[in-house]
């Protein structure tokens, strides 16, 4: 039975990291790996700053810090300056070892004040950086997996990550359907070289903080200034479909998949009005109409999504709890949208199609050949939502963002 390490969790308050990590190892039932030895990694992010990769100079130029040395030598990294000055500082050492050293290696260190911090080892893509040197190939597997976990909000949010690195390796998981980006570079140079490139599916299934979600501040830039498969050189068969060995002229990469998060409030919205689902009169009862409606904030229109089984997901109302539903689970088109008690029923069940440019035909598990629509592509504000066979117009396509 082949284990991953699940669930790193940070505590942050406003942005700051304000207590360490812990993990469990479980085996992962949920995955199809890929690679005769070797499981990708599922992780959280929820790194929300970079110290350092925002100034001309790289990670080496950090008083205190070099990478000739072992993180765990004076010379290394050391007490009292540098990122051991600094919650920004401390922070990023965080992520920084996590990625480096296994799960069973910590480092511990002491801030101006004398305050020792111990730093959990993880994921482990450069375990001889403990005691000695990290080379280019060191700093490179280090900058990747540091990258691949930024989230400019802070927000913890799970990841599926591939990667040449026998720490991470390939595979593919049906809990994460959607390949967010690739992560590359070298952020141990002068100066620092932070880069990303676009996944297949960047922006399907968005989540907060993350690639396609209008990231502000994020340390990293897109050099391809689009898909990394038109830039990047994939991972050998049989792992051609899970990631990239190559990109710009780096030699390991991180790729990510993702998928939407159920502790995140989304709102689904219309392609041809903007408009946004809304259950009408701000209901809790069942059977009230799932309408259209400029977004406001309300909470009758901020939607918890939640992944059932590969390729379907429950839509749950922030304000009355009930899930999204067609109406007796009818085949009819013309069916209204309503907002029932979730009772299992596949009218409750919903799946994308990618339509292009983030959009979505969203459709009942009970009939997958229809759409959700606005009938005759309406524009008026409280217009309900009903069940329709599948045509392609503007009025059948929608797309799932964070509600912020």
Same mark, same amino acid.
């Given at each position: 039975?082949?284990?991953?390490?699940?669930?790193?969790?940070?505590?942050?308050?406003?942005?700051?990291?304000?207590?360490?990590?812990?993990?469990?190892?479980?085996?992962?039932?949920? &995955?199809?790996? %890929?690679?005769?030895?070797?499981?990708?990694? /599922? *992780? #959280? +992010? $929820?790194?929300?700053?970079?110290? =350092?990769?925002?100034?001309?100079?790289?990670?080496? &130029?950090?008083? %205190?810090?070099?990478?000739?040395?072992?993180? /765990? *030598? #004076? +010379? $290394?990294?050391?007490?009292?300056? =540098?990122?051991?000055?600094?919650?920004?500082?401390? &922070?990023?050492?965080?992520?920084?070892?996590?990625?480096?050293?296994? *799960?069973?290696?910590?480092?511990?260190?002491?801030?101006?004040?004398?305050?020792?911090?111990?730093?959990?080892?993880?994921?482990?893509?450069?375990?001889?950086?403990?005691?000695?040197?990290?080379?280019?190939?060191?700093?490179?597997?280090?900058?990747?997996?540091?990258?691949?976990?930024?989230?400019?909000?802070?927000?913890?949010?799970?990841?599926?990550?591939?990667?040449?690195?026998?720490?991470?390796?390939?595979?593919?998981?049906?809990?994460?359907?959607?390949?967010?980006?690739?992560?590359?570079?070298?952020?141990?140079?002068?100066?620092?070289?932070?880069?990303?490139?676009?996944?297949?599916?960047?922006?399907?299934?968005?989540?907060?903080?993350?690639?396609?979600?209008?990231?502000?501040?994020?340390?990293?830039?897109?050099?391809?200034?689009?898909?990394?498969?038109?830039?990047?050189?994939?991972?050998?068969?049989?792992?051609?479909?899970?990631?990239?060995?190559?990109?710009?002229?780096?030699?390991?990469?991180?790729?990510?998949?993702?998928?939407?998060?159920?502790?995140?409030?989304?709102?689904?919205?219309?392609?041809?009005?903007?408009?946004?689902?809304?259950?009408?009169?701000?209901?809790?009862?069942?059977?009230?109409?799932?309408?259209?409606?400029?977004?406001?904030?309300?909470?009758?229109?901020?939607?918890?999504?939640?992944?059932?089984?590969?390729?379907?997901?429950?839509?749950?109302?922030?304000?009355?709890?009930?899930?999204?539903?067609?109406?007796?689970?009818?085949?009819?088109?013309?069916?209204?949208?309503?907002?029932?008690?979730?009772?299992?029923?596949?009218?409750?069940?919903?799946?994308?199609?990618?339509?292009?440019?983030?959009?979505?035909?969203?459709?009942?598990?009970?009939?997958?050949?229809?759409?959700?629509?606005?009938?005759?592509?309406?524009?008026?504000?409280?217009?309900?939502?009903?069940?329709?066979?599948?045509?392609?117009?503007?009025?059948?396509?929608?797309?799932?963002?964070?509600?912020?």
């Amino acid at each position: 039975m082949r284990t991953v390490l699940r669930d790193w969790r940070v505590l942050l308050v406003g942005g700051a990291l304000l207590a360490g990590c812990s993990a469990a190892e479980t085996t992962d039932e949920g &995955s199809e790996l %890929g690679g005769a030895e070797q499981a990708a990694f /599922n *992780s #959280v +992010n $929820g790194f929300n700053s970079v110290n =350092g990769l925002n100034s001309v100079n790289g990670f080496n &130029s950090v008083n %205190g810090f070099n990478s000739v040395n072992g993180l /765990n *030598s #004076v +010379n $290394g990294l050391a007490d009292g300056v =540098g990122f051991m000055s600094s919650t920004a500082g401390r &922070s990023t050492l965080t992520y920084l070892v996590r990625c480096a050293l296994p *799960s069973n290696r910590s480092i511990t260190k002491k801030d101006q004040n004398g305050v020792s911090y111990t730093f959990q080892g993880q994921i482990g893509v450069a375990p001889t950086w403990e005691t000695g040197a990290c080379d280019s190939q060191c700093q490179e597997h280090v900058s990747a997996c540091l990258l691949a976990h930024v989230n400019t909000t802070g927000k913890n949010i799970n990841l599926y990550l591939d990667g040449d690195s026998p720490a991470i390796g390939w595979g593919h998981s049906t809990d994460f359907p959607y390949q967010e980006g690739s992560f590359f570079g070298n952020v141990f140079q002068s100066p620092p070289k932070a880069y990303f490139c676009n996944g297949k599916d960047f922006d399907q299934g968005v989540v907060p903080g993350r690639l396609g979600a209008g990231q502000v501040g994020a340390p990293y830039t897109n050099p391809t200034s689009g898909y990394c498969a038109n830039a990047c050189t994939k991972a050998d068969i049989p792992n051609n479909n899970d990631g990239y060995k190559a990109c710009q002229g780096f030699n390991h990469v991180v790729t990510v998949w993702r998928n939407f998060d159920p502790n995140t409030d989304y709102k689904v919205c219309a392609r041809h009005s903007g408009q946004c689902l809304d259950v009408q009169n701000v209901s809790t009862a069942d059977g009230a109409y799932v309408t259209q409606y400029p977004f406001y904030g309300g909470a009758n229109q901020k939607w918890r999504i939640t992944q059932v089984s590969p390729g379907k997901y429950t839509f749950k109302n922030v304000n009355s709890g009930k899930l999204l539903d067609v109406y007796g689970g009818s085949q009819s088109n013309g069916t209204k949208a309503v907002q029932w008690t979730a009772n299992g029923g596949t009218n409750q069940q919903w799946s994308f199609t990618p339509t292009g440019d983030g959009y979505y035909k969203f459709s009942a598990a009970s009939r997958p050949s229809s759409t959700l629509e606005l009938s005759n592509g309406t524009t008026a504000s409280g217009s309900v939502v009903q069940q329709w066979d599948w045509t392609g117009t503007a009025w059948q396509q929608w797309n799932i963002t964070p509600a912020n």
